[in-house]
């Protein structure tokens, strides 16, 4: 495809980059966008062999230039032996027999945090919903995968911290071109938000190579001793891999969730199918793993929500030498915008993309088809570790607080998204919860 101009790219970018893709139709476009031009591929046939083939397409400039700042060399962003080092240690505690086996102290700690909104709740108080499910899931995920070595409160500093990050990192993509020593809007925000997680990060490791304790936590693997190419893994590589691992095992959770509030306030009958199901299938009783098999349609709405608002929306790739995808010769360094968010909207492998129906996956209907058609967890070998997490801890988390409240958006339903690593919604959404019950114990 030859050169695409879109001159509502700056304005309106996302709605700029699912038009592009639409019109192109699944070929590979390269889009004007200052002297970078990338390539824009939608195509799940291209996607797979972009997304198979890391050491063709490596995760380089862009977004990964912004993330390297925040979290240096960890495994979100690196490649060779540090990656596969780090693979190595945290993979065996993201596998879906781990994280199910761990289900109930999730869904334990997940209610304890739920119960601080009964006073709100009983009071008819406004509550901030993004701040609430980021001290639900911090709770959750600092008992359960860190070991409680981060309080609650550090890792919500941590979260907010990462919010901050992946909003000011965005003047430096639009503007690859500009040195690091320029001076850029945001960059002051985005150094103080990287000297908050150094604080909060590296006193727990060095407490935790001082004294080991052998426990099966995220900072106990990773504090473990170990050699990456003969070398000592150094303090610096393990505080990259902790803060990467406290931002996805929070951030994808967190970004997803906060799309369901304008969703159940704008559609009645979801919200109707999602109480219906919570009231049936849990009953007023504590939330727990057994219930999980059980909460179908809740699942479905999970689905339908990573279809829509993919927290990792953007995961762009540079070309290592001259590439043909597709039948279009891609120069080295070239960079290859690939978007969950773009494909999952397009008309091509979506009927009605734009509209939110969760029985699109029904699992009595047919799966998307290809298979690449929706990928909210990205692919290959550098697919989010987080994938099972979110599957279990995403529909505690609702299951808990519909089982209890019933949520009241304050103020207009807003769709509109605010950019940056993930996508959240510009208006964060202001509730009034209305009990329905009281807690179970």
Request: aromatic share 6%; net charge negative; with cysteine.
């Amino acid at each position: 495809m030859p050169l695409r101009k879109l001159p509502g790219l700056l304005r309106h970018p996302l709605r700029a980059l699912v038009e592009a893709g639409n019109e192109a139709n699944g070929e590979i476009v390269r889009l004007g966008v200052g002297s970078v031009g990338p390539y824009l591929v939608t195509s799940p046939e291209h996607l797979e062999t972009v997304l198979h083939n890391p050491e063709s397409y490596v995760r380089e400039g862009l977004l990964w230039n912004g993330v390297r700042r925040a979290v240096g060399e960890a495994i979100l962003v690196t490649e060779g032996p540090v990656w596969r080092s780090s693979r190595d240690v945290l993979r065996p505690l993201f596998t879906s027999a781990r994280v199910n086996a761990m289900t109930d102290r999730m869904a334990e700690a997940i209610q304890d945090a739920v119960d601080a909104l009964e006073e709100p709740a009983r009071d008819g108080t406004v509550v901030d919903a993004g701040a609430e499910l980021a001290r639900i899931v911090c709770q959750a995920t600092t008992r359960v995968l860190f070991g409680d070595k981060i309080s609650v409160a550090d890792a919500v500093r941590m979260v907010d911290a990462f919010g901050v990050i992946a909003t000011e990192m965005i003047p430096r993509i639009v503007a690859p071109w500009a040195p690091q020593w320029l001076p850029l809007p945001g960059d002051r925000a985005f150094a103080d938000a990287v000297a908050t997680i150094d604080d909060i990060v590296l006193p727990v490791i060095r407490a935790a190579r001082r004294n080991p304790d052998g426990g099966d936590d995220i900072i106990s693997a990773l504090c473990a001793p170990r050699r990456v190419d003969g070398e000592e893994v150094t303090e610096k590589q393990i505080r990259d891999d902790v803060a990467a691992m406290v931002s996805t095992s929070t951030e994808t959770t967190i970004a997803v969730l906060s799309w369901l509030w304008p969703v159940l306030a704008a559609h009645r009958e979801v919200a109707d199918q999602l109480y219906a199901e919570i009231d049936q299938v849990v009953a007023g009783a504590p939330v727990r793993r057994a219930h999980l098999p059980e909460l179908r349609y809740t699942r479905m709405v999970l689905d339908e929500l990573l279809r829509l608002w993919p927290a990792g929306w953007f995961i762009p790739r540079m070309a290592v030498g001259d590439q043909v995808l597709g039948g279009t010769r891609i120069g080295a360094g070239s960079t290859i915008l690939v978007s969950p968010y773009v494909t999952q909207r397009m008309a091509a492998y979506w009927s009605r993309p734009d509209d939110f129906d969760p029985g699109r996956f029904d699992p009595a209907g047919p799966k998307p088809e290809p298979h690449y058609s929706y990928f909210p967890f990205g692919g290959g070998p550098h697919r989010c570790l987080g994938q099972y997490l979110f599957a279990v801890e995403a529909p505690l988390v609702i299951a808990t607080l519909l089982n209890r409240f019933r949520p009241e958006l304050v103020g207009p339903v807003d769709f509109t998204p605010r950019m940056g690593a993930s996508l959240r919604p510009a208006t964060e959404a202001k509730l009034v919860l209305r009990r329905v019950r009281q807690a179970a114990s």
